[in-house]
Structure formats: structure tokens, C-alpha cells
């Protein structure tokens, strides 16, 4: 089902196309910590510290997949909300044989530099080859992590959350199923853990694409599609590009950080991984707030309808609040016992402290990071994306610099504190970026000055006019 969202209330329209993903989120989430889950638990102390250490450059190859996505679900939701079926229907052809090309070459070119990777970031030698089996396992599935973030990108971009929301729960109950099929029953060791992910991730990913075909056929058009648009292409990399070095750089910041961890022994690289990947959990499930804002905002950037852009800001950071209130809660009153799940009956006092110690001092800040991602969708919704990157590094940089610097100092607490001092900075620039309106397209603005207003759905003949530098006249316009 697709949703138009430049109507009805959009506290409501929110609401309603956020439960889906939020819910999607979270077991995305559950998807990614049940490896841990089940090697803490049924494979040791080593095998969980395995994948801890292989967690920062998974995440760099998910930031890719992730970021990649990004930019066709942009297109995508403003020419949907342009009502520009045809251009729409190419903008998803193009996407999905561009981002499979993508994660191709990027399978290659990770098998080879996998050695190096872990190398750089110190991964200790009693966990390395362990880490080497549970990475190239990985990395032989991400044709089928690329698939799948194409094929949820595109539905959230058409305004359907909810079909990315059910393929997600079979994935990732299949894959739960399969880790403790394959560790406990078949004795695979970590690798029965990686072969699980990639069998669940990779049928999945197969299902939502077919369903995604069959879900667009429904589309009529008044003309056939082009298979592939390098003009599309183009303005999607616009975007794209920007939001994969986004989000790589933060994945760079974990990978940089995570080799500090390293250097301090096993038990702190076990506990600080268990702890992140429950942090990463709770920030993934808050963002999914703001990744329906971006969705939103496009569709009405695409329908000229500003006002009703911050009417959904507003109403985005209200509902991201309540969820980050209840999350700090539940990480001082029993993050102990969350902690406690990836570890087995002989649970390591030391690893679970290190991680306690972690969640009590960067929850507290979770609220700056509330109003930073939903203050970020606004300006990846409009293509701001120069801003966009500006907020992001500023973050990322200040949270590497001063973990390094803080480390020696402080010790493990040190690379705790780097991390919401870089968020007061990253959220401040966020929000002044959004007051500054750089985010509203030129012409809209332009508009604005000379005093007239812009009718809906008029979007993409403005947008041939600006790709072609022709002299903007606004003929769909009217004079106060």
C-alpha cells in the first residue's frame, strides 16, 4: 500500500507510517545483535569479542548499502509526490541495477582487504582468526544486504512501511531459528553463526525484491519506463554520495575508536562491543522516527508545501522524545541484565560492568540526538545534503579526536564522554542549519522574495528548468 502524504494531519500520517518501520527498526536491530547473542552465549567470551571486533567494518560495508539507499528513496518520494509516476518508475529501475553492481564490486574488494582491515584496527591475535571466519562469510552476502536495503528504501520512499515491516520479521526470526540450528545442533562454531545471517538476509532480500516488481507492474503510466536513467542516476548520486560518506564516516569513527578498544584486552573489547551494539540498537530505533520525517518531507518539498514540512518536524520531535525518555530509563534501571543476555550462565562480572559503564554515561544524551537526526531528515529530505555532511562531520570528527585525546587521560571512560560531547556540537549546527531554511529548494525560495506562490505539484517542470540553467520565469505561479 502506498501513501500519499501530502495530506490529511500530519501528526497522524507520521504516526501511522512510522509504527511499521519503528517496529521494522527494532528488529533490524535484533537481527544484528542476535549474532552476538548467540556466540556470548553458546561459543564463549572469544567468539563474542570476534564479532565485536568485526563490528566496525561490517558496519562500514552497511553504511555503504544503507547510505546508497538513501538516495533513490529521496528521488523516489519527491517525484512520488510530484505525482511524476513515469520518472518515478525509472528512478527505481536505476537504482536497483546501479546498487546491485555496488555491492558486486564491493564483495570482491572486501575479501581481499579483509585481512588488512582487522590488522588496522588491532584485532587481538587470540580473536583474529576467529573474526576472519565470521567477516568473509559476511562479506560473501552482501549482495543480498544491498537487496534488501534497496527494496525497504523504495517502499518507504512510495509511502508503504509496512511491507519491509513483515519481511524484516521473517528474516530475522529465520535467522535467529538458523543461529541456534547451526551453533548448537550442527557445531559450526562462529562460522554456523555468519552462515545464518546470510541465508535469512539473502531469502529475504529475494522476496521483497519480487514483491516489489509485482507492487510497481500495478503503476500505470502513460509511457513505458526508462530501464535505466543516467539523468535519474545523476541526481540520485546528489544525494547518495553524500549519505554514504555520511554514513561511512561515522562507521570510520567506530572503526577508529574501535581500535583504541582493542588495545585495551579482550574482556573491555567484549564489553564495550555488547554495550555499543545496544546503544547502536536504541539510536537505530529513535532514527526510525526521523527516516519516516525524510520520507514525509520529501513527498511535500515534491508538492511545494513547506508549512506542512515543519508541522512534521514538530511533530517528529515530540515522538522521538517519548521514545528516548522510556530507552534511558530502561538502560539505568536494568542495563545489567540486558547487558547479561549475551553472556551464558557464567556471565564475566568485568565484561558487563565495562558495558554498564558505557550506557550510563552516553543515555543521558540521547535526547540531543533526537532533535540532531530529525533536524538531519529535514535537510536529506530537501537535498541539502553539503549541510547535511557539515553536521555529521563535526560530530563524528570531534567524537574521534576527543576519545583519542581522552583516553590517556581517563582511560575507558575517556572514549565514553567523546561520545555525547560530540553530539552537543553535531546538534547545534543541525538546528541552525534547519532555522536558516537552506534546506527549502532555491526556487522555492527565489519564489518567496519575489512575491509569488508556488502551486502544488509543479515540481518537475521547475527542477528540467533549474538542471538546464534556463532563466527561472515560474509560469506555474501566481502574484499576491
Known amino acids: 500500500m502506498m501513501t500519499d502524504m501530502t495530506k490529511g494531519s500530519p501528526f497522524k500520517i507520521l504516526l501511522k507510517f512510522v509504527l511499521p518501520m519503528l517496529l521494522s527498526m527494532v528488529f533490524q536491530q535484533m537481527y544484528n545483535l542476535a549474532d552476538s547473542v548467540i556466540a556470548g552465549r553458546y561459543l564463549g567470551v572469544d567468539a563474542l569479542a570476534a564479532t565485536g571486533a568485526a563490528y566496525p567494518i561490517t558496519v562500514l560495508f552497511l553504511a555503504v548499502a544503507t547510505g ?47 585481512p588488512a582491515l582487522m590488522a588496522f584496527i588491532n584485532t587481538p591475535d587470540d580473536i583474529f582468526d576467529l573474526t576472519m571466519v565470521y567477516l568473509r562469510i559476511y562479506i560473501a552476502g552482501l549482495l543480498f544486504l544491498f537487496l534488501y536495503n534497496t527494496a525497504t528504501a523504495i517502499f518507504n520512499g512510495l509511502g508503504d512501511s509496512r511491507t519491509p515491516l513483515y519481511f524484516l520479521a521473517f528474516s530475522t526470526t529465520f535467522n535467529v531459528i538458523l543461529d541456534v540450528l547451526f551453533v ?29 516488481v509485482r507492487r510497481l507492474s500495478r503503476i500505470k503510466t502513460e509511457r513505458k519506463p526508462a530501464r535505466f536513467d543516467t539523468h535519474l542516476l545523476r ?36 564489553g564495550f562491543s555488547s554495550a555499543l551494539k545496544v546503544s547502536t540498537f536504541a539510536l537505530m530505533v529513535m532514527n526510525s522516527l526521523p527516516n519516516a520525517l525524510s520520507s514525509y518531507a520529501a513527498q511535500n518539498i515534491g508538492a511545494q508545501d513547506i508549512p506542512r514540512v515543519r508541522q512534521g518536524v514538530r511533530a517528529c520531535i515530540l515522538m522521538s522524545e517519548i521514545i528516548i525518555c522510556s530507552i534511558i530509563a530502561l538502560f539505568f534501571f536494568a542495563g545489567d541484565q540486558i547487558l547479561g543476555l549475551f553472556m551464558g550462565s557464567d556471565a564475566n562480572g568485568t565484561v558487563i560492568n565495562i558495558g554498564v559503564q558505557y550506557l550510563l554515561i552516553v543515555a543521558p544524551f540521547y535526547p540531543l540526538v533526537g532533535i540532531k537526526n530529525c533536524c538531519d531528515s529535514v535537510l536529506r529530505g530537501g537535498g541539502a545534503m553539503g549541510p547535511f555532511m557539515v553536521t555529521t562531520l563535526a560530530d563524528l570528527v570531534l567524537r574521534v579526536v576527543l576519545a583519542y585525546a581522552l583516553m590517556p587521560i581517563c582511560g575507558f571512560s575517556g572514549i565514553c564522554y567523546a561520545y555525547p560531547l560530540g553530539w552537543m556540537i553535531g546538534t547545534s549546527i543541525s538546528i541552525i542549519f534547519y532555522i536558516s531554511n537552506i534546506w527549502i529548494p532555491k ?5 518567496k522574495k519575489q512575491g509569488f506562490v508556488l502551486h502544488p505539484i509543479r515540481r518537475a517542470e521547475e527542477e528540467q528548468k533549474q538542471e538546464h540553467h534556463l532563466h527561472l520565469h515560474l509560469p506555474f505561479a501566481v502574484r499576491h
Open 68 to 114: 546508497a539507499s538513501v538516495g533513490c528513496s529521496v528521488v523516489i518520494s519527491q517525484l512520488f509526490g510530484a505525482h511524476d509516476h513515469v520518472r518515478m518508475r525509472a528512478a527505481v529501475n536505476t537504482a536497483v541495477i546501479t546498487l546491485i553492481t555496488l555491492s558486486l564490486v564491493l564483495t570482491v574488494a572486501g575479501q581481499i582487504a579483509c
Open 184 to 212: 548448537t545442533t550442527f557445531d559450526m562454531g562462529i562460522a554456523g553463526v555468519g552462515w545464518a545471517t546470510l541465508i535469512a538476509q539473502g531469502l529475504s532480500s529475494i522476496l521483497a525484491i519480487l514483491t516489489l
Open 443 to 447: 526556487y522555492m525560495r527565489q519564489a
Open 235 to 270: 541526481r540520485m548520486s546528489l544525494i547518495a554520495i553524500p549519505s554514504i560518506c555520511q554514513q561511512s564516516f561515522v562507521s570510520v569513527g567506530v572503526f577508529f575508536v574501535q581500535g583504541l578498544v582493542n588495545s585495551l584486552g579482550q574482556f573491555t573489547v567484549a
